[in-house]
């Protein structure tokens, strides 16, 4: 059974940063994708960052490139989302996804396993 656990989340200044973190567990990652996604109320959930647990290859959304960086530790089976230079329009609830995957997929619906979320909430 695949867990994955969210953190890090909170209140923010704009052009401040936060790491959110996503601790996974119940597998073994090395075939898996994991993503970063988020929703803000009344928008649907969309695409953060993604990467593949062995390689380490990424992939952004434009929204964030050059700000945000995704990561893992795989000896502590977590994985971050360093984000910089927030701006109000990143507030949301950011989700953790896991896929076994060969591929990086960044749509919502091509991932089997989510997080329970963690409010990012950026003032102006």
């Known amino acids: 059974q695949v867990q994955l656990v969210e953190s890090g989340g909170g209140l923010v200044q704009a052009g401040g940063s936060l790491r959110l973190s996503c601790a996974a567990s119940g597998r073994t990652f090395n075939n898996y994708a994991m993503g970063w996604f988020r929703q803000a109320p009344g928008k649907e959930r969309e695409f953060v960052a993604a990467?593949?647990?062995?390689?380490?290859?990424?992939e952004y959304a434009d929204s964030v490139k050059g700000r945000f960086t995704i990561s893992r530790d795989s000896a502590k089976n977590t994985v971050y989302l360093q984000m910089n230079s927030l701006k109000p329009e990143d507030t949301a609830v950011y989700y953790c996804?896991?896929?076994?995957?060969?591929?990086?997929?960044?749509?919502?619906?091509?991932?089997?396993?989510w997080g329970q979320g963690t409010q990012v909430t950026v003032s102006s």
């Open positions: 996804a896991a896929e076994r995957s060969f591929s990086l997929p960044t749509t919502p619906g091509t991932y089997e396993h």
């Open positions: 990467m593949k647990w062995i390689g380490g290859r990424t």
